[in-house]
């Protein structure tokens, strides 16, 4: 005995939606290298003024002056390397509230390695320690002017974790649409003749219970693995 | 702590002519200098006494060192809060304050400090009100100023920071992770098929 022809045609519209899933969530993932890979090409080190330099037996301390935009806001930084730990300093210009800018860290062959995006809470006149990478050698600083504010910075914040949970979603979608034929295909191919007897409606409400926990279990382990792609640092407090 | 090796201790006495240190809240009462092998730097660890009236939550300072010739060689500031510092009584500095190699003494000059309702600008003790605005930064270290070994300071006086790592992989996800549940729902049911088909033969 085979399947009746409307189950066949809700498995493959299944199957079809759980390609078009993949599809897209492989989209996704290419367009947001090529980002990272477009800003790498375009993104040049600019150079900025030294105002002073130590070294001594492989660690490093060196005062720039910014020479960009954000010389506004930020007059002067210092990246500091001890015992491979490459940290960054601000010295910021005048008060304010919220600022939000993009630091591009390079390494000694001016290769962007990072683009990091900090947020300073409350009024400050020097930024907090933000640790670098241990090939950190370079940086360029740009303020985010989109970010101006908290309510700004939490909604971009809150729009990136969005965009994580739909991701997360989806792939789960995908699972969900894959696994029910497949799982079709293969109780027919063991269960041979008596697939329709397997796929009573108890069965099948079973099968979708635990595909609902696997979907699930999906979700949190994508998200979770999301979540630490785009790392939030909270940085030194007081 | 075996790499650090003690150099020298100066203990410091108030020189009655100067005005300005005599009218300071807070002195140096003295400082040791010590060298770390490892990493061939040299630090000081100062103790402080608090010898005007009000008890300290907060205060800031500037040192001054100087090499052999006795001519300035480097000017650093320094601030730490949420101290009580009593009236009367010493305080040692919780960290460790870097200076040069070349630096044989140093000296300390206090910029502003804070009791409950007053703060010292230099010129005495005034109503907290006045001040503000001047007392928000915490910590105002001119980038020039800074010792090379700033991470033990930040990590006590400067306020909070987020900072996100951009566009590396910023939404690609590791796709074993539902490989493995897809393998695992099938393997599932295929033990299950072949466990009721075997209780339903016997």
């Known amino acids: ?238 | 702590m075996n790499n650090y090796e003690f150099i020298s201790k100066h203990n410091i006495t108030v020189n009655q002519d100067s005005e300005l240190q005599v009218n300071d809240p807070i002195l140096l009462h003295e400082y040791m200098v010590f060298s770390d092998h490892k990493k061939r730097l040299k630090f000081v660890l100062l103790e402080f006494k608090n010898i005007s009236h009000e008890i300290i939550h907060q205060f800031t300072f500037e040192v001054y060192e100087y090499n052999q010739d006795n001519q300035l060689i480097r000017k650093s500031t320094y601030g730490l809060d949420e101290l009580n510092i009593r009236k009367k009584t010493r305080f040692t500095f919780p960290n460790k304050i870097l200076v040069l190699d070349d630096c044989s003494t140093i000296e300390t000059r206090i910029v502003s400090a804070e009791s409950e309702s007053l703060i010292w600008n230099g010129n005495g003790w005034e109503s907290i009100e006045i001040f503000v605005e001047q007392t928000e930064p915490i910590i105002e270290a001119s980038m020039e100023e800074i010792p090379i070994e700033m991470k033990s300071f930040s990590e006590d006086t400067i306020r909070s920071t987020e900072i996100m790592r951009l566009h590396k992989n910023e939404f690609s996800f590791n796709w074993l992770k539902p490989i493995v549940l897809l393998v695992i729902f099938l393997a599932v049911l295929v033990i299950i098929y072949y466990v009721s088909f075997s209780i339903l033969m016997n």
Request: aromatic fraction near 12%; include cysteine; proline fraction near 1%.
């Open chain 1, 1 to 238: 005995m085979t399947l009746d022809r409307e189950v066949l045609i809700i498995l493959i519209v299944f199957f079809v939606i759980s390609l078009f899933l993949i599809v897209l969530l492989i989209r996704v993932q290419i367009s947001s290298k090529n980002k990272y890979t477009l800003v790498r090409k375009t993104k040049r080190y600019e150079q900025d003024r030294i105002l002073s330099e130590r070294n001594n037996n492989g660690s490093f301390e060196r005062i720039y002056e910014v020479t960009g935009s954000a010389k506004e806001v930020i007059d002067k930084y210092q990246i500091t390397k001890i015992d491979n730990h490459t940290s960054l300093i601000f010295n910021i210009k005048k008060q304010v509230t919220g600022l939000c800018f993009k630091v591009f860290v390079y390494n000694k062959y001016n290769n962007l390695i990072d683009v990091l995006l900090v947020q300073e809470e409350g009024q400050t006149k020097q930024s907090s320690l933000i640790k670098l990478g241990v090939n950190a050698f370079l940086i360029n600083v740009e303020i985010e002017d989109r970010l101006n504010n908290k309510d700004d910075y939490d909604k971009w914040k809150r729009g990136r974790k969005f965009a994580q949970k739909q991701i997360s979603f989806i792939s789960s979608y995908a699972l969900f649409f894959l696994a029910f034929p497949l799982c079709f295909l293969l109780m027919g191919y063991i269960s041979r003749n008596q697939v329709v007897t397997y796929f009573n409606t108890t069965n099948i409400m079973m099968i979708l219970a635990w595909l609902i926990v696997i979907c699930i279990v999906n979700f949190i382990l994508v998200y979770r693995s999301l979540s630490k792609r785009m790392p939030t640092v909270k940085g030194i407090k007081k």
